[in-house]
Nanobody
Framework: QVQLVESGGGLVQAGGSLRLSCAASGRIFSESPMAWFRRQTPGKAREFVATIDWDGNLTRYADSVKGRFTISRDNPKNTMYLQMNDLMPGDTAVYYC????????WGRGTQVTVSS
């Protein structure tokens, strides 16, 4: 069973940058398209942020983050990343990683807070 641990969140001023990491256990990680999601309001559904195919050749982004966020992965390290630049207060959320269809158990996420 794949376990996911997100890290790298924090408090940053608008215009700043953060790099999130998603560490996955389990060999199946390298075979799975993966994605980042975020929940901006407790109790609200998670929203899609970005996805990457199994070998990193194809990526897709939500319109709200396109041009500012970059998703990448390192399969030998079983790790996925989200480089977030030019952060805005609207990016404040708990960020989660999972397969692009949410097949695995959700981790705790990592909190990103952007101050204006």
């Amino acid at each position: 069973q794949v376990q996911l641990v997100e890290s790298g969140g924090g408090l940053v001023q608008a215009g700043g940058s953060l790099r999130l990491s998603c560490a996955a256990s389990g060999r199946i990680f390298s075979e799975s398209p993966m994605a980042w999601f975020r929940r901006q309001t407790p109790g609200k559904a998670r929203e899609f942020v970005a996805t990457i195919d199994w070998d990193g050749n194809l990526t897709r982004y939500a319109d709200s983050v396109k041009g500012r966020f970059t998703i990448s992965r390192d399969n030998p390290k079983n790790t996925m990343y989200l480089q977030m630049n030019d952060l805005m207060p609207g990016d404040t959320a708990v960020y989660y990683c999972n397969s692009n269809t949410g097949d695995y158990a959700w981790g705790r996420g990592t909190q990103v807070t952007v101050s204006s």
